[in-house]
DNA sequence: CAGTATTTTTTCGAGGCTCGAAAAAATAGG
DNA sequence: CCTATTTTTTCGAGCCTCGAAAAAATACTG
């Protein structure tokens, strides 16, 4: 139910609004804040001495040695790196990743660890997990006590309040509530978050320009996940993280997937879906539980190479991805696509087809204006879309306390 | 960009929620709408003073005879009537429907109307819409001028903005911008919305314990539509009105769609495809372009009476809805779902393979926890749904001018 | 090199809004 | 008729933002 405005929530919105602000531009000025904000000079001025004060912002001198223009110069505003720090956990398939970020995003120190997770018990993959974060905390070079917030990304999907994994391909184990275990085991706040979602947040981060307000982001992977961006937040299911794209059903009965149903659209395009039908092995096979990466860039050549079974997988990922993309296009219309993961450095043997296919559907009509990029690296895009939820966090429930985070204001969700 | 909240913004936005705490419950007294809001009741005595004075609001003395409390009795607060009038404009397949409405919500006035939407021109389609309306605006009988807000829907896709129709089942004409269009004939405000927008945002009126935050409405007629809310808030394209549900690809070069393309979901489960399945034409057999309320319902009860061709049609339908109903529950988790239309009361023939469809999907774990409501007749949907859209519009834009409405906020989007 | 123009930032009083406390209003119970 | 109880209004206090003016800091000009 929609709540009124008090008074005093006025201020802390407006406190909120210039640490954004602030996040956002990097060293804007006080003027450039106003104008953003469409604040007055006066009331920009009195909430930034404040920020300064409490050690939030800091004044950075030369805002740039190339503005010589005519009067006062501009004195450019930053975040004091020092206001407070979180910690980012990435578990994936295989790889557990940890690192410390400062408060203007900087990464500070890091971990990272190979592990069987497939086959490790419940106890020993949460051991695990919080036992390098316990590492890092107990690191003799990091002021422990200023981590402030601590955001796990995994594979699979999480609840929509952001405490469990619910379910993971890369493990069998269930529900694991890892934000209140590492609440309880740190006393540190902790948000259990999808990594597709992650990547999301993270590329409207890197590239506003091409992804603001609209956009998807799929992981071509062993699996198939998405993060969605509408109307600039980020998009999630009713319950969980949502956005199960590769589980959306390409063919009632068709090829096995890796979740156990029949027709994914994963069941065609994940890695181990591409490797199924380079081989040969028929749609029945049960997937392979991992392709190395290397693997993939082999069948890839092999692919780009000759016109064989190989190529042929990648024209049917290509073809499946495209039909689901068309449906996906029903609903909420064409948007800017980025293809991350190892299979987007294949996107080559994969767009022909996969456009081919949108132009048999409804996002046909703008078959062309859809555009593509590609970024095969998954993990640091994960990373620092922990790392920016963490931080806005910070910047909203610790530095401008008691604002209700409510939908629509200062990008609640996608920041 | 987020903007910053002014000073005098502060009492606007509180204002609209006064007026929205009213329009939701009826008759609450101010001590309930302090409650509801969090504010208090000094500023709900003010603003309330303020909103009898203008007219919007009136007190109805006697709140309720039953309430024989102890204390000085409450005095329900309740929407002048008299404070404005909207006009709603419904245009489906053969058929306008107009009618007027108070600001209370009831209907004041209406006129319907038989067309022939596939034939007519483009002008006379145009003009006859509004000529339908300036004869409801010329009726001596109402007071023409407090017409606020003219709120269409048609069948098809209209854009983000609810200024155009871009393309409609209906008439083979494209892009017409209606809401333009009334604008400049009658100088008043106008909106161009989906049908099944409409429909979802009305279901949440009516029934706001079944459909709050998340539901869905799909509308079986001669063609598939659905509105969708999505955490309280009416979902679109990033373009359009998206959701076009119908027009997620069930099969790759499957039965031939009403829109020209092949294996759409509405080519399998839309009225004319239950009857082509029925009348066992083949996939490829042209959509005919209507089929009767009457012809249908007989089709059903065929189906009923015995193991046929129509009863195939009807499970064939219901299997394509459950896989598409499917990969809908793969982007945004299971959600209730509400049938509408005509077909909807054969919902016990497709109910069947609809359940078993989805069971195979990422919808499946939920499968039994997924409610089924059906209503029969849109068309009261619709005209609610457009006539609370308009209203919603005199509340916030009218009697609490300059707040921008910004989403989250005092439900811009369903409200 | 001093004075002027220009731009940014701060200061200060005014106005407006919400809040809490207290008063006023309106009814039931005894 | 008086008291208890609940709702609604009144009133002063405290904040917050705003606009205008002042202060600060630099480039330009002769």
Redesign the pocket.
Known sequence: MSV?????D??????AMVIAAVRRAGQP????I?ATT????????????DLIVEGILTESKP?EAGS??????????SLNPEAAAVMTVVLSLNFLSVAVIDYAGQVISEEQRRLDTLTMSRDSLIGECTAIVRRRLEDPDLDVRSIARIALAVQGITDTRARSMLWSPITPHTDIAFADIFEEEFGIPAIMENDCNMMAVALRWRDPDRYRDDFIAILLSHGIGMGLVLKGELFTGTHSSGGEFGHMIHRPNGALCRCGRRGCVEAYAGNYAIWRNARQMGEDAEPVADVSDADMRALAAAARERDGPEREAYRKAGEVLGYGLGSLFALIDPAPVAMVGVSAAAFDLIEPALRQAIAQTAGGQHSKSISFDTEPNELPLIREGCAMRALIFVDQEIFAPGVQARSGFGGKNVA
Request: proline letters at 3%; glycine letters at 8%.
């Open positions: 009124g405005i008090r008074h005093d006025l201020r802390r919105r407006n406190r000025s006080r003027t450039e106003a469409s604040l007055s000079h006066s009331t920009i001025s009195a909430i930034s001495s805002s010589l223009k005519r009067g006062r110069p501009q004195v450019g505003l």
